[in-house]
């Protein structure tokens, strides 16, 4: 009976716990979305449930004459796409000839990569945005685009290789006895085994970016070049609080689909976290 | 005979020695194409590279001496860049030494040099991992370790505000920076002012984000827990919400005047409204239960697979064993799920120690402390934002960064020695 009663005494804790947690989780998600489709501009007077909700700030944001949020749109997805395929792709290459090829430097190579991986690129973000100065790359996406690319090198470098040490080895060097070159082996043999780490990078390094605020803001300088980020921020950090709906919208509409993007890959992320943190 | 064998382990030594200048040593070798392209490659180097070694050495070392001619950081690029071709040169250049050497080497062991056929698929061979890593590397160069080697070397010049090109000239001046940030009563009393908070913002909120995520990760493992489908879910949310965005409601619902912390939710536990933005305990109490909002998912969604993976029989033994809750939990839970995330949980911690984007976006490292070039809640990081963006502390800035990261490295390599891919033959 004992037994029992302290069963249900248990689950009852453990589901109110889940219960507040749940309710912390989504109070401020239900708080922004509540404020979205608040009329006016400001914060006060607003409530999570409006009286009279209004989708205006959404036709607001979509307005081409009004605002550059399509604009901020397209150039965030037009970064995150090229750095995503030129992560992808030189990501592989260097991850490949770590795990695969015996070479002089390899070593060293690997114990630099470890520590680039844990030094975070806008540290140096005084010499970053002086070089951009430089060269000429300020207020350029291409800038933007080769800064994210190679700060994402070290880290995915090394979750991959960790994925592709756990292929064996047999695979390619019995294609090498029936004569496949290496490029063949590459990209016919292993790449193809290491489909879920490769959709692991590309998610990374797309969601990287899109997410990036302060790189961005240090080398965009005009507001037609703005990312998504940069540009809500500027919107809010004007006068915050005056345009604070139109923010709430604008942040609704980046919220969903890169939630759901993670959500439906979120598997993949953790099993790739762990695999790659432990094995190395 | 005898004169001949003499002779002959030379090969080795003489062919290194005529390789000083590139080439002449694997003409001695009698390889003659790759004579040529050794003396080719050389010369054009020489060529192509010449007043741009000249003037960027020039330049590394002097900084410029004529104000509004010479633009000193400018002239500090350029000289890095010498410095890299250069040593991307020496590179080959050993090359060439080894090269000639070898071969003078296999001479003297009386085997057949490669010929040119060989040679070329040897060169496909041994060549294409280094093929495959060079754009990455290339720039992982520029992009990544140039933009570090500036920041060390800027860390000895004395670039700010009134050492600023064009108008004026920067100059090195040693390890005054350092001596400065360590001597000078107000950069004392800031930078160890900021280093305390940094440390206590990272233990405060990495420990809270790792233990609330533990716990919860346990609380929804329980075997006769129902709906743990949609619980996950629904505790992984925070961490698929892009941070920038959650960032920012909090920082509209800690807002004073219209925020719903103080206007509904204290108010409705009877609590009064708390200065959140104005005072600097307030606000950092907000960032850490902020960080925790932030982090705890993704302890959450990994202790959640390591608690997955424990087998059920250690529990069922334990039980027969007759093992308390308690005990079931501090010996088999605990130590298993520590022992699989311990890696990560350190990434976390250093994760926190740099984390700029929260304290930036939520109140811009502030409330502002008069007469200090630090705000209230600015961590290391976002000091030297401050440093450079605002005050044009540009010297001072890079002399920190470099202590930031000389903590985080040593923090690194203190954690991957004790990891497995350290000890992992391959990696030697």
């Not at chain 1, 909700?53 to 399509?70: G, N, R």
Request: hydrophobic share 55%.
């Amino acid at each position: 009976m004992s037994m029992k009663k302290n069963k249900i005494i248990r689950l009852t804790l453990s589901y109110f716990v889940i219960a507040i947690m749940a309710v912390i989780v989504f109070y401020p998600l239900l708080w922004i979305i509540g404020s979205s489709f608040n009329p006016g501009n400001s914060l006060s007077g607003s409530t999570m449930f409006p009286e009279n909700p209004t989708l205006a700030h959404y036709k607001h944001l979509f307005d081409a004459d009004k605002s550059d949020y399509i604009i901020w749109y397209k150039n965030s997805l037009k970064i995150s796409i090229i750095t995503m395929v030129l992560t992808v792709a030189s990501v592989a290459l260097t991850a490949y000839s770590f795990s695969r090829y015996r070479f002089v430097g390899r070593k060293n190579g690997l114990i630099t990569f470890l520590i680039l991986q844990m030094i975070p690129n806008f540290a140096a973000l005084i010499a970053i945005f002086v070089l951009a100065n430089r060269t000429g790359l300020i207020d350029t996406h291409l800038g933007l685009i080769l800064v994210y690319v190679g700060g994402q090198i070290p880290m995915n470098t090394y979750l991959m290789k960790g994925y592709l040490d756990t292929i064996p080895k047999e695979l390619d060097e019995s294609a090498k006895m029936d004569g496949a070159g290496h490029l063949r082996i590459f990209f016919q043999i292993v790449m193809p085994l290491a489909k879920p780490i490769l959709a692991v990078v590309a998610l990374f390094s797309f969601i990287a970016p899109f997410g990036d605020f302060i790189l961005a803001r240090i080398l965009l300088r005009s507001e037609d070049k703005f990312t998504l980020l940069v540009g809500l921020y500027e919107l809010v950090a004007k006068q915050f609080g005056n345009e604070f709906t139109k923010f709430a919208a604008g942040s609704v509409l980046i919220a969903i689909p890169i939630a759901a993007l993670f959500l439906v890959f979120q598997r993949y992320f953790v099993s790739g976290l762990t695999a790659g943190g432990t094995k190395g | 005979m005898e004169a001949e064998k003499v002779g002959s382990t030379k090969h080795a030594k003489t062919a290194a020695l005529l390789s000083i200048v590139p080439g002449i040593g694997q003409f001695y070798n009698r390889q003659f194409l790759k004579g040529i392209i050794f003396l080719v490659l050389a010369a054009s180097f020489g060529i192509v590279f010449g007043d741009i070694l000249n003037m960027g050495f020039w330049g590394l070392f002097t900084l410029g001496e004529i104000p509004k001619v010479d633009h000193s950081i400018f002239l500090l690029i350029d000289g890095i860049i010498a410095l890299i071709v250069t040593v991307l040169g020496l590179g080959v250049y050993a090359f060439n030494l080894y090269d000639a050497h070898s071969n003078g080497k296999k001479r003297d062991l009386g085997l057949k040099l490669n010929s040119v056929r060989e040679q070329y698929h040897n060169l496909i061979d041994g060549g294409f991992p280094y093929l495959m890593i060079s754009p990455g590397f290339l720039l992982l160069i520029f992009v990544v370790i140039f933009p570090i080697i500036f920041v060390i070397l800027l860390a000895f010049t004395n670039y700010d505000l009134y050492h600023s090109p064009p108008a004026k000239l920067v100059d090195w001046i040693g390890i005054q920076n350092f001596i400065d940030i360590f001597k000078i009563d107000i950069w004392r009393n800031t930078f160890f002012k900021v280093l305390g908070w940094t440390i206590v913002w990272t233990f405060g909120a990495t420990t809270f984000q790792i233990a609330l995520g533990m716990f919860l990760a346990i609380i929804v493992n329980q075997k006769d827990l129902k709906g743990k489908a949609i619980i996950r879910t629904i505790l992984i949310l925070p961490w698929a919400v892009p941070a920038f965005v959650s960032i920012m409601i909090f920082s509209g619902m800690f807002n004073e005047t219209f925020g719903a912390i103080n206007k509904m939710i204290l108010p409705a536990l009877g609590l009064d409204p708390q200065p959140w933005m104005t005072e600097a305990n307030w606000t950092r109490l907000a960032l850490i239960l902020i960080q925790g909002w932030l982090g705890f998912p993704f302890i959450f969604a990994m202790v959640t697979g390591v608690l997955q993976s424990i087998p059920e029989d250690l529990y069922e033994a334990a039980t027969v064993d007759g093992a308390s809750i308690w005990q079931k939990f501090s010996k088999i839970t605990l130590p298993l799920v520590l022992f699989a995330t311990a890696p990560i949980m350190i990434t976390q911690y250093t994760f926190n120690f740099n984390n700029f984007n929260v304290i930036f976006l939520f109140n811009n490292g502030g409330p502002a402390v008069p007469g200090q070039t630090a705000w209230g809640t600015d961590i290391l990081i976002s000091w030297i934002y401050r440093l450079t963006m605002t005050s044009a502390q540009y010297g001072k800035a890079a002399a920190i960064t470099m202590i930031l990261s000389f903590i985080i490295i040593a923090v690194a390599l203190w954690q991957f020695r004790r990891t497995k891919s350290f000890q992992e033959e391959d990696m030697m």
